[in-house]
């Protein structure tokens, strides 16, 4: 149990387009999941907090008009990283929490590439 | 939230050795730790936690030991084998819906 899933799981694309990534819960219900960015050989780094059915929390540094994030259902938030730049390119962590448990369970990441 | 932080970003250990990796972090409100692992171009995947009531746990073959006095929190793991070769993060957070802080990962090495 406590799957989560992503998709795409690899995008490349070009500079100043906009690319939208999916993080699902497969088999719970997850009011909190969380958006992580990783740089190579570097560690994670928490991006935002996103909330079923309330804005997203950013962390300090994180821009919420290029980082978009919508938490639509208990299962599914988007991040849509708008006008990408080469510096966005990282590998892209989400995560789902059990409710009341504090446990998050990770999806398998995404990695973006801008050209 | 703040900085958790590893002592060695590298460890190299023989196979069915024994392995501790350790861990420093620096919120004394952190009431949640967390071991995970990554392998390459992977998400991480949970090892072992332990809550800030506790100062040891234990799974298969891993052990987590928490000192609060100090802020430490390790990682031992018995018997390594090839498959435990991989990064390994700790993570803490205040609980609750909490993201999490990272440690900055210790690469682990298993020698043949």
């Known amino acids: 149990g406590a799957v989560v899933s992503q998709h795409p799981s690899r995008v490349i694309c070009k500079s100043g387009t906009s690319v939208k990534i999916e993080c699902r819960s497969l088999?719970?219900?997850?009011?909190?999941m969380f958006w992580y960015r990783q740089f190579p050989k570097q560690s994670l780094m928490l991006m935002a907090t996103?909330?079923?059915?309330?804005?997203?929390?950013?962390e300090q540094g994180v821009e919420k008009d290029k980082f978009l994030i919508n938490h639509a259902s208990l299962t599914l938030s988007t991040l849509t990283v708008t006008s990408a730049h080469p510096e966005d390119s990282s590998f892209y962590i989400c995560?789902?929490?059990?409710?009341?448990?504090?446990?998050?369970?990770f999806g398998p990441g995404t990695r973006l590439t801008v050209l | 939230g703040e900085s958790v932080g590893l002592h060695l970003p590298t460890l190299s250990v023989q196979e069915g050795d024994n392995s501790i990796i350790n861990c420093a972090y620096s919120?004394?409100?952190?009431?949640?730790f967390i071991w995970y692992k990554q392998e390459s171009g992977k998400g991480p995947q949970f090892i072992i936690d332990?809550?800030?009531?506790?100062d040891k746990r234990q799974g298969q073959r891993v052990t987590v030991l928490l000192n609060k006095t100090v802020k430490h929190l390790s990682l031992q793991i018995a018997a390594t084998q090839p498959g435990d070769s991989a990064v390994y993060f700790c993570?803490?957070?205040?609980?609750?819906?909490?993201?999490?802080?990272f440690g900055k990962g210790t690469h682990l090495i298993i020698q043949p």
């Open positions: 995560s789902a929490s059990l409710q009341g448990t504090g446990e998050q369970f």
């Open positions: 088999d719970f219900q997850a009011t909190t």
């Open positions: 996103s909330n079923e059915g309330s804005k997203a929390t950013y």
């Open positions: 919120n004394s409100a952190s009431d949640y």
């Open positions: 332990i809550r800030s009531n506790m």
């Open positions: 993570a803490d957070s205040g609980g609750g819906a909490d993201g999490l802080t």
